[in-house]
C-alpha cells in the first residue's frame, strides 16, 4: 500500500506541483508520514481540535490545510494538501474537468479576467433543453445554492467559471454560453445575467472544491484500487 508521499507523487502531475510549490502554495505533503495509507479522508478543512475525526484515517487531504495544529494532530496520520492547485485544476474554473464529466468538450480559449484564466466555455455536442442541462449540472455536482435568471428555453455551450462578474457575464453571453456555472452569485453582475438572457447557477464554493477533492481521490482509487476514500465530514465553507 502507499504512503503519504507516494500518493503526492502520483498526484503531482495533475495538480502540476512543481508550479504551486514555487508560488508558495500547497499542492502536495503537508504532514509527512511513513504509515501505509489504507484509508484516505477527504476533506476541505482541518476545522478546531481536537480531531478526533483524523484519528479514523491513515493520511487525510484538505483543500485548506491553513491553521492546522501539527501537535494536536492524530500521531502518524498523514496529510496532503492541494490549494489553489484543485480550485484551478479540478474545481469549477479553468479546467475540463466538470465539463468533461459532464460530456461537453471545451474551447481552446478559456475565459479571462485581467489577462488570467479563470473559466472555460464548454460545447455540448448537440443542442439541448436548458433546464435539462442544468439538472445535469446539479445532479453532477451534487446540489445548487442558487439560481439566477430564465435564459432560453435550449443551449448549446455552458460556462464554467471560478467567479462572477458583469463582464465575465457578458464574455461567456458573446461566446454562446448561455448557462453560466459557478461557485456564487455576485451581486455586481446580476443586472448582466438579465441584460444578456442567461442562466446562471451557483453551486456553492464549497460543493464545488468537495467536486474536486473526489476527483482527485478518484485518481488515487485509479493507482491504489485497495485505498479505501472516504468524505471525511463538512468542514469548510
Same mark, same amino acid.
Given at each position: 500500500? @502507499?504512503?503519504? /508521499?507516494?500518493?503526492?507523487?502520483?498526484? *503531482?502531475? $495533475?495538480?502540476?506541483?512543481?508550479?504551486? /510549490?514555487?508560488?508558495?502554495?500547497?499542492?502536495?505533503?503537508?504532514?509527512?508520514?511513513?504509515?501505509?495509507?489504507?484509508?484516505?479522508?477527504?476533506?476541505?478543512?482541518?476545522?478546531?481540535?481536537?480531531?478526533?475525526?483524523?484519528?479514523?484515517?491513515?493520511?487525510?487531504?484538505?483543500?485548506?490545510?491553513?491553521?492546522?495544529?501539527?501537535?494536536?494532530? @492524530?500521531?502518524?496520520?498523514?496529510?496532503?494538501?492541494?490549494?489553489? +492547485?484543485?480550485?484551478?485544476?479540478?474545481?469549477?474554473?479553468?479546467?475540463?474537468?466538470?465539463?468533461?464529466?459532464?460530456?461537453?468538450?471545451?474551447?481552446?480559449?478559456?475565459?479571462?479576467?485581467?489577462?488570467?484564466?479563470?473559466?472555460?466555455?464548454?460545447?455540448?455536442?448537440?443542442?439541448?433543453?436548458?433546464?435539462?442541462?442544468?439538472?445535469?449540472?446539479?445532479?453532477?455536482l451534487g446540489g445548487l445554492k442558487a439560481r439566477l435568471?430564465?435564459? @432560453?428555453?435550449?443551449?448549446?455551450?455552458?460556462?464554467?467559471?471560478?467567479?462572477?462578474?458583469?463582464?465575465?457575464?457578458?464574455?461567456?453571453?458573446?461566446?454562446? *454560453?448561455?448557462?453560466?456555472?459557478?461557485?456564487?452569485?455576485?451581486? @455586481?453582475?446580476?443586472?448582466?445575467v438579465h441584460r444578456c438572457g442567461i442562466r446562471a447557477?451557483?453551486?456553492?464554493?464549497?460543493?464545488?472544491?468537495?467536486?474536486?477533492?473526489?476527483?482527485?481521490?478518484?485518481?488515487?482509487?485509479?493507482?491504489? $484500487?485497495?485505498?479505501?476514500?472516504? +468524505?471525511?465530514?463538512?468542514?469548510?465553507?
Amino acid at each position: 500500500m @502507499p504512503t503519504v /508521499h507516494d500518493l503526492a507523487d502520483h498526484l *503531482a502531475g $495533475p495538480l502540476d506541483r512543481a508550479r504551486y /510549490h514555487a508560488e508558495g502554495d500547497p499542492a502536495g505533503v503537508w504532514l509527512a508520514s511513513d504509515r501505509e495509507v489504507c484509508r484516505l479522508g477527504l476533506r476541505l478543512d482541518p476545522g478546531r481540535p481536537p480531531y478526533d475525526w483524523a484519528a479514523a484515517f491513515d493520511a487525510v487531504l484538505l483543500h485548506r490545510p491553513f491553521g492546522l495544529w501539527p501537535a494536536r494532530w @492524530p500521531d502518524g496520520v498523514g496529510v496532503l494538501a492541494a490549494h489553489g +492547485a484543485l480550485d484551478d485544476r479540478f474545481a469549477i474554473g479553468p479546467n475540463s474537468e466538470v465539463p468533461a464529466a459532464l460530456g461537453l468538450d471545451v474551447d481552446a480559449e478559456p475565459l479571462r479576467r485581467d489577462g488570467a484564466a479563470i473559466g472555460v466555455v464548454a460545447r455540448l455536442p448537440e443542442a439541448a433543453r436548458l433546464g435539462d442541462v442544468a439538472g445535469r449540472v446539479e445532479a453532477e455536482l451534487g446540489g445548487l445554492k442558487a439560481r439566477l435568471g430564465d435564459g @432560453p428555453k435550449t443551449v448549446e455551450a455552458v460556462a464554467f467559471v471560478g467567479a462572477m462578474t458583469a463582464e465575465l457575464v457578458e464574455d461567456a453571453a458573446a461566446r454562446g *454560453a448561455l448557462l453560466y456555472v459557478t461557485g456564487q452569485i455576485r451581486g @455586481p453582475a446580476i443586472e448582466a445575467v438579465h441584460r444578456c438572457g442567461i442562466r446562471a447557477l451557483a453551486v456553492g464554493q464549497g460543493r464545488a472544491e468537495a467536486w474536486g477533492l473526489r476527483r482527485l481521490g478518484a485518481l488515487v482509487r485509479e493507482r491504489w $484500487p485497495g485505498v479505501e476514500v472516504v +468524505a471525511a465530514g463538512r468542514a469548510g465553507r
